[in-house]
């Protein structure tokens, strides 16, 4: 994930510390290119403690799918593949040969159409993700905080609490047992983990 965010990240620089104009001249320059995606990897690659080989390759791959993105939802920015030995840009009006006449309807397609398709498909995903694994991207902060969100608003829906005559539905999940209870019958510890409590 921070291997396909890393094309951006000169972007806090440039927008927030210098000025918008510089942003737009220089944001598409050194951070989108074919050699900084072979660093983004072999950075990845030297992070990891095993399968070093896989993760460069995955690292890599993040990267050239966030140029793909960009390239799939900006119709007036394109994607400078072999910067600084060439300063060409790429995206799909540049490869369809569209006329400037019609760069702000394709600029409309991509970036109102195609952006609000790849959110809804994103979205989709981290649902799938959730119900089959019962697992989001709020992991990589913290699994116990992913565990502790995720069940908190998704429980209630699917369960009720296990505690015997307890008629309120299910928050969170008991380490030590796993039955679901709700909130009125278990314990949040200062790690977020839950402990039952049956008082």
Known sequence: MLASLAPDIDGIFLAVMWNPELFNSLHHTFGHNLLYSVAVGAATAALAKRRRGKMFLMGLLMVLLHFVVDILTAADWGIPFFWPISHAQYNIPIFLNVPDSRLDAWDFALKVVVQWILKVMVTAGTVVIYIKHRRTFIELISSNLDRFLTDFA?????????????????HYRCKETDSVRCIRHCKINRDLTISCNDS
């Open 154 to 170: 998704i429980l209630p829906f699917q369960r009720k609490c296990d505690v015997p005559d307890c008629k309120n539905r299910a």
